[in-house]
């Protein structure tokens, strides 16, 4: 599976668009990207995934250029309670079985 | 949406007793479940993958007999430290994926062992 790097962390304040980038060079043609997001002594939860350019849901969006070698997640408007961990991996086809976790990106909301 | 339900969400024991935490699918089946553990400030690290009516396939580096797995139906599987010691204490996290499809998968609350 592709390794994946993102930022350890970053701060925003309340109302901006977070944009939290993860590159994935060796990406492999059937593999998916997928984002979760870690609150403190929970378990990670689904954000979103995708394939190819642009998917968007009631929660986020994720830009996946041409290459694939790197994606963006967008959270819209954060507000505190977007302060966790948020989690990049790439997945062989959609829905596969094991999930190998990087070391996340820590999103520190201020007000 | 699916749950997955955790059980304990927190847990404390003396060192060498052993622990027994339950996962449940409450709403899909799941041939196949995941355990992790995930100490502070670290990521999640996968121990073992739970397979429904055999054994479980535990990743290099996790010792098969201090941490035994039964899954013994579609919804639950389980994940027993044995003889625990304190570098045991940690978070325990399980996941599972509908059988039925579905792209995310899905995960416990976690429980926190503390083993003293």
């Known amino acids: 599976l592709a390794k994946t790097t993102q930022p350890i962390s970053m701060d925003s304040y309340e109302g901006q668009e977070v944009n939290i980038t993860c590159s994935h060079n060796?990406?492999?043609?059937?593999?998916?990207i997928t984002w979760y997001q870690q609150f403190p002594s929970q378990g990670p939860r689904f954000i979103i995934q995708?394939?190819?350019t642009k998917v968007t849901n009631e929660v986020a969006s994720l830009f996946i250029p041409a290459d694939r070698k790197s994606s963006t997640l967008s959270l819209p408007r954060v507000s505190l309670s977007d302060t966790a961990v948020y989690y990049c991996?790439?997945?062989?086809?959609?829905?596969?079985?094991?999930?190998?976790f990087g070391k996340g990106t820590k999103l520190s909301v201020i007000p | 949406g699916a749950v997955v339900s955790q059980h304990p969400s927190r847990v404390i024991c003396k060192s060498g007793t052993s622990v027994k935490i339950e996962c449940r699918s409450l709403?899909?089946?799941?041939?196949?479940m995941f355990w992790y553990r995930q100490f502070p400030k670290q990521s999640l690290m996968l121990m073992a993958t739970?397979?429904?009516?055999?054994?479980?396939?535990?990743e290099q580096g996790v010792e098969k007999d201090k941490f035994l797995i039964n899954h013994a139906s579609l919804t639950l599987s389980t994940l027993t430290v044995t003889s625990a010691h304190p570098e045991d204490s940690s978070f325990y996290i399980c996941?599972?994926?509908?059988?039925?499809?579905?792209?995310?998968?899905?995960f416990g609350q976690g429980t926190r062992l503390t083993v003293v």
């Open positions: 739970s397979n429904e009516g055999s054994k479980a396939t535990y």
């Open positions: 060796n990406i492999a043609t059937n593999d998916y």
């Open positions: 995708g394939y190819k």
């Open positions: 996941s599972a994926r509908s059988t039925s499809g579905g792209t995310e998968a899905f």
């Open positions: 709403d899909f089946q799941a041939t196949t």
């Open positions: 991996l790439v997945e062989s086809g959609a829905g596969s079985y094991q999930l190998t």
